[in-house]
């Protein structure tokens, strides 16, 4: 007789407080066991663990049943994220469970991929090219936090601009740069996606930067989803790709509003 082998499916506890939706996931394999998701940004840090209790209690789990923990570290709020890369090095330390770090963009982008762009993602999957993915949140004074990444015709995704902070002008324009390099008819269509709503100008440059190469251009907005923190979370952890919960630090990707006054001050005195 032959053996029936057992598939494991591990189960994650995600959570993620970059921008102003807290967004918290349970999901084993594919199934989505409990999902939160709130806009209550100055209450992060008072409600992300009653919601994490919640979420247990309404699927039924324990910690014992949790097999690790994912964390959405950025970029986004200064605050916000230091709140959920907290919560769970401290729940993977005292649960005695991986840790993974997710970027908070790629999350967005995934998400909004796969949920708003559904219709895109099916006809990846019969033609050629790419589709661009271009994830950002609000980083005020006219920038943001922006990536690139791409959905193959072979469904592949794969990441090209790594997490940073820009002018959304001149985002747009390095867009635009790298869209006029690509053979004709090599990328279907650019999404931009996230945090659109203090942007329209930054949206509108790139629209018509898909207008003069012949691109379709997609303005989505989208808020975080727990659940595609912890899809994310589970790829990693099955990479093997875990963080020290004792070292872990967001992703700041610039100096905060305070240290920036505080350097400028300091190079002020040294010059006197």
Do not use: C
Not at 105 to 114: N, T
Not at 187 to 209: M, N, P, R, T, Y
Not at 225 to 231: L, N, P
Request: hydrophobic share 45%; no cysteine.
């Amino acid at each position: 007789m032959r053996s029936e082998q057992k598939v494991l499916t591990n189960t994650i506890l995600a959570l993620d407080t970059s921008t102003a939706a807290m967004a918290a996931a349970i999901i084993s394999g594919d199934t989505v066991r409990a999902e939160i998701q709130t806009m209550a940004e100055r209450n992060h840090s008072v409600h992300v663990v009653s919601h994490i209790k919640e979420m247990l209690a309404s699927s039924g789990l324990d910690e014992k049943s949790i097999d690790a923990i994912a964390v959405g570290n950025g970029p986004g709020s200064y605050t916000g994220m230091r709140i959920a890369v907290s919560v769970a090095k401290t729940l993977a330390w005292v649960w005695d469970k991986p840790l993974v770090a997710v970027s908070s963009l790629e999350a967005i982008a995934y998400g909004a991929w796969h949920q708003a762009l559904d219709e895109q993602a099916e006809e990846s999957k019969q033609q050629g090219g790419e589709h661009w993915v271009l994830p950002i949140m609000d980083a005020r004074r006219g920038q943001v936090y922006s990536a690139g990444f791409a959905m193959s015709a072979q469904a592949s995704w794969t990441r090209w601009s790594e997490d940073g902070v820009r002018l959304m002008k001149d985002f747009a324009e390095q867009v635009g740069q790298r869209l006029a390099a690509q053979p004709a008819g090599s990328v279907l269509s650019v999404s931009l996606v996230g945090d659109l709503s203090l942007h329209e100008q930054g949206a509108q440059q790139l629209q018509q930067i898909g207008a003069d190469a012949g691109v379709m251009i997609h303005l989505v907005p989208f808020v975080q989803e727990g659940k595609w923190i912890a899809k994310l979370g589970l790829a990693r952890l099955e990479a093997g790709l875990t963080e020290d919960p004792h070292t872990l630090i967001p992703n700041y990707t610039q100096l905060t509003e305070a240290e920036v006054v505080w350097k400028a001050k300091q190079e002020g005195e040294a010059k006197v």
